[in-house]
């Protein structure tokens, strides 16, 4: 997904992991998206550099849709779509 798209996106639930590291972004997703319902959008917040890569990554081995991210102040806004 492009970034104007993105900043449009209503997340279904906001996990905010700003100021933890390795693996907690990834932690606090893996806990977060069992919140929404299959086809809605978590958004993490993460500072930590590799949750872009962590968070793609862990999202295709499960089957869910790892749709980008966006930069903001100082950290990153990541997008997952829950497809199971």
Do not use: Y
Not at 17 to 41: D, S, Y
Not at 50 to 59: C, N, P
Not at 61 to 74: C, P, T
């Amino acid at each position: 997904m492009d970034t104007a798209t993105l900043e449009k996106v209503v997340p279904g639930k906001i996990i905010d992991a700003r100021g933890t590291a390795c693996p907690g972004p990834l932690l606090e997703a893996k806990k977060g998206i069992g919140a929404v319902k299959v086809g809605q959008i978590i958004e993490v917040k993460s500072n930590d550099v590799g949750s872009r890569k962590d968070l793609a990554a862990w999202a295709g081995k499960i089957g869910h849709e790892f749709l980008g991210f966006i930069q903001a102040d100082g950290h990153d806004r990541i997008f997952v779509c829950r497809k199971k």
